[in-house]
């Protein structure tokens, strides 16, 4: 049994709810290069169980193996779950995955209740590890594992990345609800996640992507994946690449394929403003790409110089603006706050985003995330006292759950302005205006006040 584990602490649940993308690949991966093993895939967030929900699914289902995929943010989540497994089946042999096993795989292991962490990518290395338990067979010579042998750390040589991402069957999808997950801006009921590429070249500060090159999948893999999204029946995907856009021939030639097979869908990115311009846009409008995801956390260029974006606020006016006039809705993503950056900053950024008016926009506070650049160096500056996640990772308990550096806003004061940024952009008149005015139907009506609404609920939950 996979489980995504709950987390009351995600507020983005209120605008968006993902398939478990990485777990279903894993899933994929394990039911066609075996026979002999059955997968079941419990999304605890999306069906909102509670512990004891979870521990009578377990029970029915009695799992020899859970695999349970794990944020920093989900830890306590993931080791109750992983609790719960054990008093069903003390002998249920526990393995935890995702980014907080990738960042602290030692730690991980040596927690209560867990038998094995496989840090990284999961297909390969857990497609060898159930076959060797089931077979009986020693876990020490399969690479990429860390495993609890008693009470005693054992590290199995490192696994390299998995470089050709063709050779990956395409995620189970057929094993959670179709008609469940969103995105806060999507117009089908039946939409889901797709990811064409894995890794980012970049090496923004604040930035916890674990892959730092690129590799991807070529153009006719990711096309038959868009058909078979078609004929179980989705209407919409959403790219969840880090730059689905670092090379504009593959873009091409993605979109040349969809355009000549007549794309079955609709579906989204998430781009570089650097990578853009109106050849490639109006390649993907044809193909069926009718949202754009652009994160430019502030609107000053020192900042974005600081955060070492790559991008400055002139490129994001170009991109905004081409976008628009290709007939592609523009979703924008700022960060207030910014560790070292005066509060006019901030204010800057909000500013930034009414002028170039993209037709969603998500304001954050700066959260500090592990293995980041700028975390190191909120602990080298005494910004925060000590190496706050992985105290956290060794002893997890119910203290904060995140890292703020309270310079120059302190925690509540991002929380207000994050509040007024949301309030300034969506209650304009000339914005709402706007979009009435676009409305053609009583369905796109609803789908935008339900958007709205979704926003509004992020903005006054963030807290």
């Known amino acids: 049994m996979f489980v995504d584990p709950p987390n009351y602490m995600r507020h983005a649940d209120f605008t968006t709810r993902l398939p478990p993308l990485g777990l279903l690949y894993i899933a994929s991966y394990l039911t066609t290069y075996t026979t002999d093993h059955e997968v079941a895939m419990l999304d605890a967030t999306l069906e909102n169980l509670s512990y004891d929900a979870i521990e009578e699914r377990i029970r029915k289902y009695k799992p020899d193996i859970v695999g349970i995929s794990t944020y920093t943010l989900t830890l306590l989540d993931t080791l109750e779950i992983a609790h719960r497994a054990k008093q069903v089946n003390p002998d249920v042999f526990v393995v935890i995955g995702g980014p907080h096993a990738f960042i602290y795989p030692a730690q991980t292991a040596m927690l209560p209740y867990i038998d094995a962490v496989v840090p990284g990518e999961g297909e390969e290395v857990m497609t060898e590890l159930v076959e060797a338990l089931a077979k009986g067979m020693s876990l020490e010579q399969i690479p990429g594992i860390y495993l609890n042998h008693n009470g005693t750390l054992l590290v199995t040589p490192p696994r390299s990345l998995i470089e050709n991402l063709d050779t990956l069957p395409f995620p189970a999808r057929k094993l959670v609800p179709k008609k469940a997950y969103k995105f806060v801006s999507d117009t089908s009921a039946f939409s889901t996640t797709m990811i064409s590429s894995r890794g980012c070249k970049f090496k923004c500060t604040f930035c916890d992507v ?73 390649q993907l409008y044809h193909a069926g790409c009718r949202r754009i995801n652009f994160g430019l956390e502030v609107g000053d260029d020192e900042t974005l110089k600081y955060l070492k974006k790559g991008i400055t606020t002139d490129m994001v006016r170009n991109a905004v603006r081409l976008t628009k006039d290709a007939g592609i809705e523009v979703v924008t993503y700022f960060i207030l706050g910014i560790p070292g950056r005066p509060k006019e900053t901030s204010l800057r950024t909000i500013d930034f985003a009414i002028e170039i008016d993209p037709d969603y926009a998500q304001f954050m506070y700066m959260v500090l995330l592990p293995g980041t650049e700028l975390y190191t160096n909120a602990i080298k500056s005494g910004g925060i006292a000590n190496d706050f996640y992985m105290d956290f990772a060794t002893r997890p308990s119910p203290l904060p759950y995140i890292a703020y550096w309270e310079n120059p806003l302190s925690y509540e004061e991002a929380q207000s302005l994050t509040k007024l940024a949301h309030k300034r952009f969506y209650l304009r008149p000339t914005y709402i205006w706007k979009h009435l005015s676009k409305v053609s139907s009583l369905t796109e009506l609803l789908r935008k006040g339900h958007a709205a609404l979704d926003v509004f609920s992020y903005a006054l939950y963030n807290k």
Request: some cysteine.
């Open 210 to 282: 674990p892959f730092r090159s690129i590799r991807a999948r070529s153009p006719d893999n990711v096309v038959d994946e868009i058909s078979e999204c078609a004929e179980i029946g989705y209407k919409e995907i959403n790219f969840y690449d880090d730059n689905f856009n670092f090379s504009e021939e593959r873009v091409g030639d993605i979109c040349q394929r969809l355009i000549s097979n007549g794309s079955p869908v609709n579906f989204s990115i998430r781009a570089r403003v650097d990578k853009i311009n109106l050849k490639m846009l109006q």
